[in-house]
T-cell receptor, first 115, second 114 residues
């Protein structure tokens, strides 16, 4: 596709349920990033992938959060046993490489609401 | 570790007026600096960046930002704004070492009034 695609665009779930958020990066982009945008915390880094490897997971808030990337392409962010504080917009971005000269292309995000 | 402070959460201005969106950062290591823009109902887009060289950088739509190392600032300016500039603007930094692990400010909502 022309840009980074995220699905679903909106997700409402009950507290305690698991959710999966999907990101389709731009074809050929080796680097993929997950960020979270919430009212109280602003934009926070969660994790990034170089290929299928995740060299930096330091932003994941708890062990309920995990992410994987397969085939150097699609990535899935999984949140287990969701809590109300997980409500936020989850943003995915990709770039040709991890160097700062390579701009990040963001998707429109998945708005997660935990009731 | 790095941190970014955007001093104004909201900036209302009239069309064709000048605007400055302020950004200050703190870091124990050298950083690269970025401004991202989020138009209504759209994803974040890179507006401009400072990596090295000239401290004044420009975007294609008339914005400019100047890196001031002594004041640890990277303020964004435009001499004459348009209605279409209405958006939220985010200042961000990343360490020059390693991947683009961006640290963002809280954002400034720019509203242009006719």
């Amino acid at each position: 596709g022309a840009g980074v695609s995220q699905s679903p665009s909106n997700k409402v779930t009950e507290k305690g349920k698991d959710v999966e958020l999907r990101c389709d990066p731009i074809s050929g982009h080796t680097a993929l990033y997950w960020y979270r945008q919430s009212l109280g915390q602003g934009l926070e880094f969660l994790i990034y992938f170089q290929g299928n490897s995740a060299p930096d997971k330091s932003g994941l808030p708890s062990d309920r959060f995990s992410a994987e990337r397969t085939g150097g392409s699609v990535s899935t962010l999984t949140i287990q046993r969701t809590q109300q504080e997980d409500s936020a917009v989850y943003l995915c971005a990709s770039s040709l490489e991890t160097a700062p000269s390579s701009p990040l292309h963001f998707g429109n995000g998945t708005r997660l609401t935990v009731t | 570790a790095q941190s970014v402070t955007q001093l104004d959460s909201q900036v209302p201005v009239f069309e064709e007026a000048p605007v400055e969106l302020r950004c200050n950062y703190s870091s124990s290591v050298s950083v690269y600096l970025f401004w991202y823009v989020q138009y209504p109902n759209q994803g974040l887009q890179l507006l401009l960046k400072y990596l090295s060289g000239s401290t004044l950088v420009e975007s294609i739509n008339g914005f400019e930002a100047e890196f001031n190392k002594s004041q640890t600032s990277f303020h964004l300016r435009k001499p004459s704004v348009h209605i279409s500039d209405t958006a939220e603007y985010f200042c961000a930094v990343s360490s020059i070492q390693g991947a683009q692990k961006l640290v963002f400010g809280q954002g400034t909502r720019l509203t242009i009034n006719p």
